[in-house]
């Protein structure tokens, strides 16, 4: 048994949550901000659409076996490419059983999965341009805060415990993992070796699970944290931090809590776009911002040394 933090079971139940149109609890602010973005893409109408439906299966080579602890979203689309012809083919036939038929884009995928697949990987890095990148550093920190917590539960009290206490669906006993609603019963000569847990903040509604032997079987949960993971971040004192980056640095990077671009930044400091722009240029280049092309502008977003280094100036 072991962990897994995984790009692509971030990105099919994200985007499920994106084009359902209903608004959401916990992700809320994230939806108001991404929905938009993703609309204008095109994305709501383009491959993703087809292959992930609004409930029900999703095709098992949108997910492929993490390599690592840490695959990179470069790593699984690798893995995306690398798939069978007859294992997406298969895939796509459990879809249509499942939907009552598939679209255009997967019938053409069906007939000649290996000259389509590149369209869909395409598609893939662009969505997560737009709803995933600038924002990744703050999921993948509640990912490896589930992670170390699950890992030293397991430690402590044993495997048994860590897995009764992943899900309300999820039970451990009688030396069996016992999944309720499941339909089918694995066992380990037909579900591959061992067992992949990957923590995932948009999977909030139960766990989902991925076998294809002779792969080990992969199970998706809710993880720890995800309720306040856009929560505003309490105000620092960045006093500090500006003796050293600049106060009009320092104040760009306590604005972006949340992605933005050089004109927003613009209208909520006062400060000049020209200005704005030298500045997130230099942050860039220091490590404490990242760029991602949305469109026709860029959004900026603080990466996790900015963020460590303004709670480490917090009162």
């Given at each position: 048994m072991r962990f897994a933090v995984s790009p692509m079971w971030e990105v099919g139940p994200s985007f499920r949550l994106i084009v359902s149109g209903s608004a959401h609890p916990v992700h809320r602010p994230w939806i108001e901000q991404v929905r938009p973005r993703v609309a204008a893409a095109g994305l709501d109408r383009g491959w993703l659409s087809e292959l992930i439906p609004p409930s029900g299966y999703v095709p098992d080579f949108l997910n492929p076996a993490p390599s690592g602890p840490a695959p990179t979203l470069a790593d699984e689309l690798a893995g995306i490419m690398a798939a069978p012809d007859d294992r997406v083919r298969g895939d796509l036939d459990r879809l249509r059983e499942e939907?009552?038929?598939?679209?255009?884009?997967?019938?053409?995928?069906?007939?000649?999965?290996?000259?389509?697949?590149?369209?869909?990987?395409?598609?893939?890095?662009?969505?997560?341009?737009?709803?995933?990148?600038?924002?990744?550093?703050?999921?993948?920190?509640?990912?490896?805060?589930?992670?170390?917590?699950?890992?030293?539960?397991?430690?402590?009290?044993?495997?048994?415990?860590?897995?009764?206490?992943?899900?309300?669906?999820?039970s451990w006993d009688d030396n069996a993992l016992r999944l309720a609603y499941r339909q089918r019963t694995l066992s380990r000569k037909t579900a591959g070796t061992g067992l992949v847990l990957i923590p995932s903040v948009f999977t909030s509604r139960g766990p989902f699970t991925r076998v294809?032997?002779?792969?080990?079987?992969?199970?998706?949960?809710?993880?720890?944290?995800?309720?306040?993971?856009?929560?505003?971040?309490?105000?620092?004192?960045?006093?500090?931090?500006?003796?050293?980056?600049?106060?009009?640095?320092?104040?760009?990077?306590?604005?972006l809590d949340t992605p933005a671009?050089?004109?927003?930044?613009?209208?909520?400091?006062?400060?000049?776009?020209?200005?704005?722009?030298?500045?997130?240029?230099?942050?860039?280049?220091?490590?404490?911002?990242?760029?991602?092309?949305?469109?026709?502008?860029?959004?900026?977003a603080r990466t996790s040394v900015a963020d460590s280094l303004l709670a480490g100036a917090a009162p």
């Open positions: 939907q009552g038929r598939l679209g255009p884009r997967l019938r053409g995928l069906h007939a000649d999965p290996r000259a389509r697949r590149q369209r869909i990987v395409e598609e893939i890095e662009t969505y997560w341009e737009l709803a995933l990148a600038p924002y990744w550093a703050r999921i993948r920190a509640v990912l490896d805060a589930d992670v170390f917590h699950r890992a030293r539960q397991s430690a402590e009290q044993g495997p048994g415990h860590l897995l009764d206490g992943l899900h309300p669906s999820l294809t032997p002779p792969e080990p079987p992969q199970l998706a949960y809710p993880a720890r944290g995800t309720g306040g993971l856009w929560r505003p971040r309490a105000a620092t004192r960045t006093e500090a931090v500006a003796g050293v980056l600049g106060r009009s640095r320092t104040r760009l990077l306590a604005e671009s050089t004109t927003e930044l613009a209208r909520r400091t006062g400060l000049s776009p020209s200005g704005v722009s030298q500045y997130l240029t230099a942050l860039r280049d220091a490590g404490l911002v990242s760029a991602h092309r949305a469109g026709r502008s860029v959004l900026y």
